[in-house]
């Protein structure tokens, strides 16, 4: 009986369709076609997936720019929103939304779960700029203060994550 061909060990009468190599059902790659052997599939990651960490240091650098400088304008504003605390909810799901697209723009709209990564950090980033800015940290205080407040920081995070994710 014929052996696969890189499982000497395993027999099978499978073979390829393109080169008529033997292979094992844990080797074969179904195709429209019919079964082919991993070589003739050409099995390869899809480009949105295939992230190299050239686009890591452009998405932390962007990242890091995009969550300390929104963050540094969110604690700076904070004085201006406290009169209407339903401003600071929408402050940090569009900061949200600008560090998830601009991380995402700026890899080329590729997707992974270290991108997201990044992308959460960068806003905890913001998150904790703006407080270094705001007096005596209000803008968290007011954002954090409740179960409220945080549903809306979940909510940001979800929006951001899913940019890149």
């Excluded at 060990?9 to 190599?21: D, F, H, S, W």
């Excluded at 480009?47 to 604690?75: K, N, Q």
């Excluded at 600071?88 to 998830?100: E, S």
Aim: hydrophobic share 50%.
């Amino acid at each position: 009986m014929p052996q696969c061909y890189y499982h000497p060990n395993v027999e099978t009468n499978l073979a390829c369709g393109k080169c008529g190599r033997y292979v094992c059902p844990r080797c074969m790659v179904q195709t429209p076609v019919g079964v082919r052997c991993p070589e003739c599939a050409q099995v390869r990651r899809l480009p949105t997936f295939d992230v190299h960490a050239s686009h890591y240091l452009r998405a932390a650098l962007v990242g890091g720019v995009l969550g300390g400088g929104t963050g540094a304008i969110w604690g700076l504003i904070t004085p201006w929103l406290d009169f209407f605390w339903a401003l600071h909810y929408a402050v940090v799901l569009g900061i949200a939304y600008l560090v998830g697209e601009g991380v995402s723009l700026s890899v080329n709209r590729k997707r992974g779960t270290g991108l997201a990564v990044i992308v959460a950090i960068s806003l905890a980033l913001a998150m904790g700029i703006s407080a270094v800015f705001s007096e005596g940290f209000s803008a968290l205080r007011t954002l954090l203060g409740g179960i409220f407040g945080l549903v809306f920081v979940g909510v940001a995070f979800y929006i951001a994550i899913q940019r890149v994710r």
